[in-house]
């Protein structure tokens, strides 16, 4: 029972830390930590929530999670009886189990597919140019930029972009999406469509999506700042942003210059605020490692 009770308390306060984390405003002076914490928080929260319910439904074989569904697999018989409400936990447990992690798969497999497909698509309607070497280019008027996540990962701009940027804009642009390809955002952002498409209805994982996309989107934009002007991507970004840039297929990674998150970027690239203080960064680090290692030991033990 103790074991049900501490996985629960570690559930609520996920779910309520990922509350208040929609709000905070330090996020955007260290994107990367505030990723790693997202993802820390959404680990621990799949893995208490259902941890919660098999650990009361296994508490009559008096062992932790684990060991308790092996016996329960087994067909062991239990120290204590059985009750309704152990049964009902059992059910709920598994299932919540099965839904995250087949949703998880699910959009996955999709996201695969869809690359897949789009990449068979690239090699017909698109073409090399000497002017943007190593990118493929779509023959279309309307303003586009993204990557094609994977081993085999390619940059696209369309005929559209090249000519809406100058030179060094386009740079940025192209700096801005092969960082999304080195730092595989793509697998960041996976988990929390999954979750969004578990529980479409919940306003805190619509706002968590939302925000690690943006986050992304920053660090992105850090990345890219190494290579290149930040005033020029920031005028990228006004320029995608005032063009009406062609919707990003699914399963990529766009340059996600949506009009209520543009100035928030740009902001941040001409005026960049102060770095985030050591004791906030490093806190957030060891928060979200002891998270990711507590939420198992949980699973593992029996109190």
Same mark, same amino acid.
């Given at each position: 029972?103790?074991?049900?009770?501490?996985?629960?308390?570690?559930?609520?306060?996920? $779910?309520?830390?990922?509350?208040?984390?929609?709000?905070?405003?330090?996020?955007?002076?260290?994107?990367?930590?505030?990723?790693?914490?997202?993802?820390?928080?959404?680990?621990?929260?799949?893995?208490?929530?259902?941890? +919660?319910?098999? $650990?009361?439904?296994?508490?009559?074989?008096?062992?932790?999670?684990?060991?308790?569904?092996?016996?329960?697999?087994?067909?062991?018989?239990?120290?204590?009886?059985? !009750?309704?409400?152990?049964?009902?936990?059992?059910?709920?447990?598994?299932?919540?189990?099965?839904?995250?992690?087949?949703?998880?798969?699910?959009?996955?497999?999709?996201?695969?597919?869809?690359?897949?497909?789009?990449?068979?698509?690239?090699?017909?309607?698109?073409?090399?140019?000497?002017?943007?070497?190593?990118?493929?280019?779509?023959?279309?008027?309307?303003?586009?930029?993204?990557?094609?996540?994977?081993?085999?990962?390619?940059?696209?701009?369309?005929?559209?972009?090249?000519?809406?940027?100058?030179?060094?804009?386009?740079?940025?642009?192209? @700096?801005?999406?092969?960082?999304?390809?080195?730092?595989?955002? !793509?697998?960041?952002?996976?988990?929390? +469509?999954?979750?969004?498409?578990?529980?479409?209805?919940?306003?805190?994982?619509?706002?968590?999506?939302?925000?690690?996309?943006?986050?992304?989107?920053?660090?992105?934009?850090?990345?890219?700042?190494?290579?290149?002007?930040?005033?020029?991507? $920031?005028?990228?970004?006004?320029?995608?942003?005032?063009?009406?840039?062609?919707?990003?297929?699914?399963?990529?990674?766009?340059?996600?210059?949506?009009?209520?998150?543009?100035?928030?970027?740009?902001?941040?690239?001409?005026?960049?605020?102060?770095?985030?203080?050591?004791?906030?960064?490093?806190?957030?680090?060891?928060?979200?490692?002891?998270?990711?290692? @507590?939420?198992?030991?949980?699973?593992?033990?029996?109190?």
């Amino acid at each position: 029972m103790i074991t049900a009770a501490l996985l629960a308390a570690l559930a609520t306060a996920c $779910a309520l830390g990922a509350w208040r984390f929609t709000t905070a405003r330090w996020t955007s002076r260290a994107p990367r930590v505030a990723i790693i914490l997202w993802q820390s928080l959404g680990v621990a929260w799949g893995l208490a929530t259902t941890g +919660a319910m098999l $650990a009361y439904a296994v508490q009559p074989y008096g062992a932790g999670v684990l060991a308790g569904l092996h016996a329960f697999a087994n067909g062991e018989t239990p120290r204590e009886p059985w !009750d309704l409400m152990h049964v009902l936990a059992m059910i709920a447990g598994l299932t919540a189990l099965t839904v995250l992690v087949v949703v998880l798969l699910t959009a996955g497999v999709q996201a695969l597919r869809a690359r897949r497909r789009h990449r068979l698509l690239l090699a017909l309607i698109s073409h090399d140019d000497p002017g943007v070497p190593g990118v493929r280019v779509l023959d279309h008027p309307s303003a586009a930029a993204y990557c094609v996540p994977g081993l085999r990962s390619q940059v696209v701009v369309s005929e559209g972009t090249i000519r809406l940027l100058s030179q060094d804009e386009l740079h940025a642009v192209l @700096a801005h999406e092969a960082a999304h390809v080195r730092e595989r955002h !793509d697998l960041v952002l996976l988990p929390f +469509a999954a979750l969004r498409r578990a529980l479409p209805w919940s306003k805190v994982v619509r706002d968590a999506q939302d925000q690690v996309e943006l986050l992304v989107e920053m660090a992105a934009d850090d990345r890219a700042r190494r290579y290149c002007s930040p005033r020029r991507l $920031a005028t990228a970004l006004l320029r995608f942003g005032t063009a009406g840039a062609m919707p990003t297929p699914h399963g990529m990674i766009g340059l996600h210059a949506r009009a209520h998150t543009v100035m928030a970027r740009v902001d941040r690239l001409v005026k960049p605020g102060p770095e985030l203080s050591r004791p906030i960064r490093y806190g957030s680090i060891a928060l979200s490692v002891t998270l990711l290692t @507590a939420t198992p030991f949980l699973w593992v033990i029996q109190l």
